[in-house]
């Protein structure tokens, strides 16, 4: 596709390319927030009177993509480094120990050594041996101690803490995992701390829930949690909570291990795959029970609207709503467009709500295996004879183009695991063969048991057995993939002085 037409046909992608280089050129050379802005208005103005003279509709172009590029820088030096005077960012309070006080985030995350974490919106510290109050603001890591028995609170809950404000840890080697970016960019948090002992959680205020919360999000995700648990157990249910709650804390070490080994980490816990394959169930539920296809199409995304916040707004969940969302708007009011211009518009808007989201992998990864699917999948479709690619034989709908997505997806992939790993797995074009298609039944089987054991337990029990039928053959395919370490390529990397 030519770049003339691209900008026609695409304009939100080509705009969300030119948004992405602001920000990466913000991330890589800092400079003012005087400098962007300036470069915005003058590339605008210049547009506008290039435009009034009716001359170079080249140059008008290019001027308003240098400033789109330029608003990306603004937004990410705005969101990273204009920090509020209070914000623990700034460094005034790394080091100190004394009272925290916050409020949670989200429910505590069990770890698998039996630890806890959760996200802590600041509010203020009183450091040892001083009267004062320091005020704060921004986000912090809390772990919880499996000592820690007293620590009873739930999303929303205010607590006072007796602990030190520590800065995470940097990158100590060229090369080495570098957990401060990681927290910063992913999460949004910029300090950790940890408390030990029953006597450093001093107070604990429930704070009333929003009502959508007390209602709905909340008692919808304690009934899927329950549906799956009751009725599946071992491994299997872990997986299955895992994947439609994005609750891995379960997952056990060595089941998690054998989906890394075999490049199918994806799988374990709720990604834009899992939240594809639940609006597809949603819309062909609605479809089987009558609806039209523009109000199934509304319903849905109301649907994933809900899901999304009984996940508790997960990245990878956003994202991929926010996606699906823009499809199926699309498709409701029958609004013509590609795909590529709707998967441009999805990092649109969420690169604006949090640009540094565009730096982090699992961004990376989602767009860029979605963009392969979009423009891989019809020239390597074609290389396959036409009576074993076309849908409406079963060797193409089981077997070719679940190969040839998966093919796509990991040629587009494969350059950001392998810069960010130093390793790609060839075996894992196989296994994906095997698992994708037991994954959507298996997440199919899970949305329908969470809808039917409830009502009818019995319809429930006859559900979750399949279910596990389903979640046993994936694990054992996994397991047979991971005992073939000679199929794993490994990329050296680079020798350290």
């Not at 030990?196 to 829930?209: A, G, H």
């Not at 029958?334 to 795909?339: C, D, I, Q, T």
């Amino acid at each position: 596709m030519e770049a003339s037409s691209l900008k026609r046909r695409c304009p939100a992608f080509v705009a969300a390319l030119a948004l992405a280089g602001g920000i990466l050129c913000s991330h890589l050379w800092p400079v003012s927030a005087g400098l962007w802005l300036s470069v915005a208005l003058a590339s605008w103005g210049t547009a506008c009177a290039l435009l009034w003279w009716r001359r170079r509709p080249g140059w008008i172009s290019a001027m308003l993509w240098i400033g789109v590029v330029a608003i990306g820088g603004l937004r990410h030096h705005q969101h990273t480094r204009l920090l509020p005077a209070d914000h623990v960012g700034r460094g005034i309070a790394y080091g100190a120990r004394g009272e925290l006080s916050g409020r949670l985030l989200g429910d505590p995350e069990w770890r698998p050594d039996g630890r806890r974490r959760v996200r802590l919106a600041l509010e203020s510290l009183r450091p040892e041996s001083e009267e004062h109050l320091i005020p704060l603001s921004g986000d912090l890591l809390l772990t919880i101690g499996e000592e820690v028995s007293t620590f009873e609170a739930d999303a929303a809950d205010r607590v006072r803490l007796r602990c030190r404000v520590l800065e995470p840890q940097p990158a100590r080697n060229p090369g080495a995992f570098d957990y401060r970016r990681f927290l910063a960019l992913r999460h949004g948090v910029h300090a950790t701390a940890s408390i030990y002992r029953d006597s450093d959680v001093l107070d604990i205020r429930p704070e009333p829930e929003s009502w959508w919360a007390r209602r709905l999000t909340g008692p919808l995700r304690d009934s899927m949690r329950t549906s799956l648990t009751a009725h599946l157990g071992g491994p299997q249910s872990a997986l299955l909570v895992g994947m439609l709650i994005g609750e891995k804390h379960a997952i056990p070490d060595e089941v998690a291990s054998r989906f890394r080994a075999t490049g199918l980490a994806h799988a374990l816990v709720i990604s834009g795959l899992h939240v594809g394959l639940v609006a597809l169930f949603l819309l062909t539920l609605l479809k089987v029970l009558r609806l039209p296809d523009p109000v199934a199409c509304c319903v849905t995304v109301v649907l994933l609207v809900v899901y999304a916040m009984v996940t508790q707004l997960q990245a990878p969940v956003v994202r991929a709503s926010v996606m699906a969302s823009i499809v199926l708007i699309g498709r409701a009011v029958e609004l013509p467009g590609s795909v590529l211009n709707s998967l441009g518009l999805a990092a649109l808007v969420l690169m604006v709500a949090q640009p540094t989201s565009v730096l982090t992998l699992s961004f990376q990864l989602s767009f860029a295996a979605t963009l392969s699917i979009i423009t891989l999948y019809p020239p390597l479709i074609t290389l396959i004879p036409a009576r074993w690619s076309e849908g409406t034989s079963w060797v193409g709908t089981c077997i070719s183009m679940p190969a040839t997505v998966s093919l796509a997806a990991q040629l587009g992939t494969a350059p950001l695991i392998l810069h960010h790993f130093g390793q790609v797995a060839p075996i894992s074009l196989l296994a994906n063969l095997l698992v994708v298609p037991l994954l959507g039944i298996a997440v199919a089987q899970g949305l329908l048991l969470v809808l039917v054991a409830p009502i009818l337990p019995a319809v429930g029990t006859l559900v979750s057995g399949a279910c596990w039928l389903t979640l046993t053959a994936l694990l054992r395919i996994v397991e047979l993939f991971a005992v073939v370490p000679a199929w794993k390529v490994a990329q050296p990397s680079p020798t350290m002085t």
